[in-house]
């Protein structure tokens, strides 16, 4: 413990304290002063695993400080945090939004390429896809479909590279621009919207998925995904607690009800509205539409 406090520059007394701590939830394995890793925290602790999941854990410790501020979040109705900005401009913290949504989307992204078929369609708008992750689940299932990321130019730089790492680089490809005011390109015969309306207020919202509509050529299928909450607003539990983040952390968003996003699609002009059918973490649902 000596020695690894010498090389970690630590006090020996606390880095042993957090040592035990690490030991008994399994962080650790122990052998008298020898420390070592166990395999659960090389496949998903250590940076060079593809199975990383730090960056999930830094973006929640980023969103932690504002929650404590909710009580005036109530009062006022505004935002508490700092991190929204943050997430944005510091690089650090875009990392860590960025690539902690990746650790986590990647968690369903098969389910969901499995539950939106996208079979036939030739190009695919993934409006905010951030990383890409779904944007590389789809190709991967369907081997004659493109995909275009648009969002943030700050994101451009992750997409392509998850986009190399996935072997992709030419089928994946990235616009950047703010789909609340940009105009997006047309002639898409897919879109997808994956946990982008809960960051905008209702009107903002309805905006980007008729925006996402016009992107779209005859024909053309939307899907959005979102934690939607139930239209009696009795729950789940999962999306009510959602729409509290966004509170604290965002002007204006919030989590919207099956309802509200149906009525968002249909003022699009979009028809046979539906819920998918699909095995998704607990109020998570996909909405799904065509253009006429």
């Not at 009510?240 to 002009?269: C, D, K, R, S, W």
């Amino acid at each position: 413990m000596i020695d690894l406090a010498g090389i970690l520059k630590c006090d020996v007394r606390a880095l042993g304290m957090l040592a035990t701590a690490l030991t008994a939830l399994n962080f650790l394995e122990r052998d008298g002063e020898r420390l070592k890793a166990t395999e659960s925290s090389k496949k998903y602790l250590s940076t060079t695993s593809d199975e990383y999941f730090g960056f999930a854990v830094l973006h929640m410790a980023h969103i932690l400080p504002a929650w404590t501020r909710l009580e005036a979040a109530v009062k006022t109705g505004a935002s508490v945090a700092d991190s929204f900005t943050q997430t944005t401009e510091d690089e650090a913290r875009r990392e860590a939004f960025l690539m902690g949504m990746f650790n986590i989307a990647r968690q369903q992204a098969g389910l969901v390429a499995e539950a939106f078929d996208l079979a036939g369609r030739r190009r695919l708008l993934d409006l905010g896809g951030g990383p890409g992750t779904y944007a590389l689940y789809f190709c991967l299932r369907h081997p004659e479909l493109t995909a275009t990321i648009f969002d943030q130019p700050t994101t451009e730089k992750f997409a392509r590279a998850t986009a190399a790492r996935f072997g992709l680089t030419g089928r994946v490809d990235f616009l950047g621009g703010d789909f609340t005011i940009d105009e997006l390109p047309g002639g898409f015969d897919a879109a997808w919207l994956s946990q982008i309306l809960h960051g905008d207020p209702p009107a903002v919202a309805a905006g980007v998925v008729k925006k996402a509509a016009g992107a779209l050529a005859s024909g053309g299928i939307m899907g959005i995904q979102e934690f939607i909450i139930d239209d009696d607003r009795r729950g789940p539990a999962q999306p009510a607690l959602f729409a509290l983040n966004m509170l604290v952390q965002t002007p204006g968003g919030q989590a919207y009800t099956q309802g509200e996003i149906h009525t968002m699609m249909a003022e699009a002009g979009l028809k046979d509205i539906h819920r998918l059918q699909a095995d998704l973490p607990p109020g998570c649902g996909i909405m799904v539409g065509l253009k006429p």
